[in-house]
Structures are given as structure tokens and as C-alpha cells.
């Protein structure tokens, strides 16, 4: 079998070689890395991680397959991925085709036989950037000249390429109250938490208006996470800033994206990552119990912290251990509350936070 050469060519001019184990193409975006040791096909299909090419820290990759209860999305959302050695072969019960096949489908370029050690330490030293990765052209300066023509991930609205077009409803005979969705991205695991508890659920395109969203008369809205910098899709902005001040009382919780939606409609500032938080092992603690939680994150923006402190109106609520970054906020009321982090109804360490929404929409009720 001859293995087919693929090259990753970085903004600051480092350049990798390896084979390729996805299609036969070439693609642009912003190269990260994700130290997670499972859940590959949840991470891959997350709205999240658009635009984004993404190096696994964990050197096999594909070990369990693809099954259709796991998708975040319908397809693959990464443009590209990166193995320090793909698994030819993969055994799990629930497995219904293998990581490549989806990857080929999907049309994404994907690397192995690399020293991905070295890649990612690349990135820890110098930060995150764009990249070109092709199996087509490896011509260096060709690439060098493709990759200066493309923008920059945080100068771009990521937003508007993965929302949903138009509003939805689920679940309409749910015995429960109604709750708001505004998809920046959510991943189909946040829209089942809510469907599962017997809630109504509307969900809106990022582009809706406050005036759109209230109309339904929702109990609760959830700010879901997605892509980028919120600062590039102002029109969220206002819109939740609307939505603050027509319904002071309104629970809000705004998880990933949704947070920096959150903290940017209410005066705060937010912040590019060096290199972003990404992975299933992040340290938090919530500052009000002093717990710690170890969490799943793929981030790379926070709210800054001096901000949140200046702003008469918030108060952080969990801190990153790792870094001192402000992993959650929330108003002094304490019915709008966000975190940067996904957490789970099902875990014993984050679980609390939807119940807590939760318990607030039945009061709103």
C-alpha cells in the first residue's frame, strides 16, 4: 500500500509532513490541540471546534469507531485532524463505521505518522494560528502564500456558518415549562438535556431578535457554546442585552460561546487564549461550595477577570486551576449565570448547574 504524503504549513513558517488518512484535499483554519483520551467523535462533530484544525494529544485515535447516537452535529465540523497514528481497526459494541469513513465523507483532510509531540508543543511555545494542511500542493511557499490570504478564525463570524437557519420546536407536548435554545452551535447532547426532562424547547438561529425569542414567552433561555469570538457577532450581543433588560427576572445560562455573549452584554471583557483550554481534565472550582470539578472544555476565549470585579452588576463564580482564568460568572441576582466549561446533568460535579436552571424556570414560571 502506498501512503499518500500529507503537509501542515503554520503561520510562523514551522512545516510537518505525514501521511494522509482523510480525504484528498486541502482546507485552512486555526491549529489547536485537545488533550482528551476519549469522546473523539463528540469533539469533532461540536459546532465548536469550525474552522479549527485539530491535533489529538492521545496518540491512538479511532480505536472505538463511529456510532450514530454520538454525533454533536451531522457531520464532521473541524477542517482538519491530526494523529500521531490513526487505528486501522476499531471494536466497540455501539460502533457503526469507523472514524475514516466519516472523515472521507465529511471531506477533511486528517494526518498521522508524525511527531504530534512536537506539534503540540509548537503551539503551547508560540500560541495558537492559522494553518494550511493539503494533500494536494507541498510546495511551502505556495502554501506560505494561500495561508496569508486567509482571515484569521478570531477576525471572522463563525457563528453564522453553523446555527440552525430557522427557529424549531421539540418536545411542544412536554409537561414542563418552556426554554429558549439561541444557537451559536449547541451540540445536540446540551438540546437533549432539556428534551429528556420533559421541557419544552424552541430553538432560535443566533440571528433572532429579543423581540422573536420573548414572543415565545420562554421561562428559560440557555446561550449555547459555538466558534470564535463573540465579538464578531454583535447582533447576539444585542440581542441578550435586550433580552436583560425587558426581563430582568429571566433565568439565562449561557455555557461556552454563550458566556462570552453573556459577559459581553453586561460590560465585561473577554479574552483570546494563548492556546485555549480543550479537553476532558480542566480543574475547576466553584468559589461559592469551594469544590473542584474536572471538566470538559474546548475554549479559547475567557472573560477577563478584572472586568467581572469593576462591573457592579456580576461576580465570578468558578475559577480554572490551571491558570487562574475565570471559568464562570454570574449577575449579583444570581439569575443569570454562565461557565466556560460543558458541564453534564448526569455528573455528580457539574449536574448542579442545570438543576439550578432549572429550579429557576419553575420559579419563573
Same mark, same amino acid.
Request: hydrophobic fraction near 35%; proline fraction near 3%; charged fraction near 25%.
Given at each position: 500500500?502506498?501512503?499518500?504524503?500529507?503537509?501542515?504549513?503554520?503561520?510562523?513558517? @514551522?512545516?510537518?509532513?505525514?501521511?494522509?488518512?482523510?480525504?484528498?484535499?486541502?482546507?485552512?483554519?486555526?491549529?489547536?490541540?485537545?488533550?482528551?483520551?476519549?469522546?473523539?467523535?463528540?469533539?469533532?462533530?461540536?459546532?465548536?471546534?469550525?474552522?479549527?484544525?485539530?491535533?489529538? *494529544?492521545?496518540? $491512538?485515535?479511532?480505536?472505538?469507531?463511529?456510532?450514530?447516537?454520538? #454525533?454533536?452535529?451531522? *457531520?464532521?465540523?473541524?477542517?482538519?485532524?491530526?494523529?500521531?497514528?490513526?487505528?486501522?481497526?476499531?471494536?466497540?459494541?455501539? *460502533?457503526?463505521?469507523?472514524?475514516?469513513?466519516?472523515?472521507?465523507?465529511?471531506?477533511?483532510?486528517?494526518?498521522?505518522?508524525?511527531?504530534?509531540?512536537?506539534?503540540?508543543?509548537?503551539?503551547?511555545?508560540?500560541?495558537?494560528?492559522?494553518?494550511?494542511?493539503?494533500?494536494?500542493?507541498?510546495?511551502?511557499?505556495?502554501? /506560505?502564500?494561500?495561508?496569508?490570504?486567509?482571515?484569521?478564525?478570531?477576525?471572522?463570524?463563525?457563528?453564522?456558518?453553523?446555527?440552525? %437557519?430557522?427557529?424549531?420546536?421539540?418536545?411542544?407536548?412536554? @409537561?414542563?415549562?418552556?426554554?429558549?435554545?439561541?444557537? +451559536?452551535?449547541?451540540?445536540?447532547?446540551?438540546?437533549?438535556?432539556?428534551?429528556?426532562?420533559?421541557?419544552?424547547?424552541?430553538? #432560535?438561529?443566533?440571528?433572532?431578535?429579543?423581540?422573536?425569542?420573548? &414572543?415565545?414567552?420562554?421561562?428559560?433561555?440557555?446561550?449555547?457554546?459555538?466558534?470564535? +469570538?463573540?465579538?464578531?457577532?454583535? +447582533?447576539?450581543?444585542?440581542?441578550?442585552?435586550?433580552?436583560?433588560?425587558?426581563?430582568?427576572?429571566?433565568?439565562?445560562?449561557?455555557?461556552? #460561546?454563550?458566556?462570552?455573549?453573556?459577559?459581553?452584554?453586561?460590560?465585561?471583557?473577554?479574552?483570546?487564549? /494563548?492556546?485555549? $483550554?480543550?479537553?476532558?481534565?480542566?480543574?475547576?472550582?466553584?468559589?461559592?461550595?469551594?469544590?473542584?470539578?474536572?471538566?470538559?472544555?474546548?475554549?479559547?476565549?475567557?472573560?477577563?477577570?478584572?472586568?467581572?470585579?469593576?462591573?457592579?452588576?456580576?461576580?465570578?463564580? $468558578?475559577?480554572?486551576?490551571?491558570?487562574?482564568?475565570?471559568?464562570?460568572?454570574?449577575? &449579583?441576582?444570581?439569575?443569570?449565570? *454562565?461557565?466556560?466549561?460543558?458541564?453534564?446533568?448526569?455528573?455528580?460535579?457539574?449536574?448542579?448547574?442545570? %438543576?439550578?436552571? #432549572?429550579?429557576?424556570?419553575?420559579?419563573?414560571?
Amino acid at each position: 500500500m502506498v501512503l499518500k504524503k500529507c503537509i501542515l504549513a503554520l503561520e510562523d513558517g @514551522k512545516v510537518f509532513e505525514g501521511f494522509s488518512c482523510g480525504a484528498d484535499t486541502e482546507s485552512t483554519g486555526e491549529i489547536v490541540f485537545n488533550t482528551a483520551v476519549f469522546g473523539y467523535q463528540e469533539i469533532v462533530t461540536d459546532p465548536a471546534t469550525a474552522k479549527q484544525l485539530i491535533c489529538f *494529544a492521545h496518540p $491512538h485515535v479511532g480505536d472505538c469507531g463511529f456510532n450514530n447516537q454520538d #454525533f454533536q452535529s451531522g *457531520a464532521i465540523q473541524a477542517t482538519g485532524l491530526f494523529f500521531k497514528e490513526y487505528s486501522k481497526r476499531y471494536s466497540n459494541w455501539r *460502533a457503526e463505521g469507523s472514524m475514516q469513513d466519516q472523515i472521507v465523507k465529511d471531506n477533511v483532510v486528517a494526518m498521522e505518522g508524525f511527531d504530534t509531540r512536537a506539534l503540540i508543543k509548537h503551539i503551547r511555545e508560540n500560541g495558537t494560528q492559522k494553518a494550511i494542511v493539503s494533500t494536494k500542493d507541498f510546495d511551502v511557499e505556495s502554501l /506560505k502564500s494561500k495561508l496569508a490570504k486567509v482571515v484569521a478564525n478570531d477576525k471572522q463570524d463563525l457563528v453564522k456558518t453553523v446555527t440552525c %437557519k430557522e427557529k424549531y420546536s421539540l418536545n411542544e407536548n412536554g @409537561k414542563k415549562q418552556k426554554i429558549a435554545i439561541i444557537d +451559536y452551535g449547541c451540540p445536540k447532547s446540551f438540546i437533549d438535556t432539556f428534551t429528556s426532562q420533559d421541557y419544552k424547547v424552541t430553538v #432560535f438561529p443566533a440571528t433572532a431578535t429579543a423581540d422573536e425569542i420573548l &414572543k415565545e414567552c420562554p421561562q428559560g433561555i440557555f446561550l449555547s457554546s459555538g466558534p470564535g +469570538y463573540a465579538a464578531n457577532s454583535s +447582533y447576539a450581543i444585542d440581542t441578550v442585552k435586550q433580552i436583560i433588560q425587558k426581563c430582568p427576572d429571566m433565568p439565562v445560562f449561557a455555557i461556552g #460561546f454563550g458566556s462570552q455573549v453573556l459577559a459581553l452584554a453586561n460590560g465585561a471583557k473577554v479574552v483570546k487564549h /494563548k492556546i485555549g $483550554h480543550r479537553g476532558a481534565n480542566y480543574p475547576v472550582r466553584d468559589i461559592n461550595t469551594n469544590k473542584i470539578a474536572i471538566t470538559s472544555q474546548n475554549n479559547g476565549y475567557y472573560t477577563d477577570k478584572n472586568s467581572i470585579e469593576q462591573n457592579e452588576n456580576l461576580q465570578v463564580t $468558578h475559577i480554572n486551576l490551571y491558570d487562574g482564568t475565570v471559568a464562570g460568572f454570574a449577575n &449579583k441576582k444570581g439569575n443569570n449565570f *454562565a461557565v466556560e466549561f460543558y458541564p453534564s446533568l448526569d455528573s455528580d460535579e457539574t449536574g448542579y448547574l442545570f %438543576k439550578n436552571f #432549572f429550579d429557576m424556570v419553575e420559579k419563573n414560571a
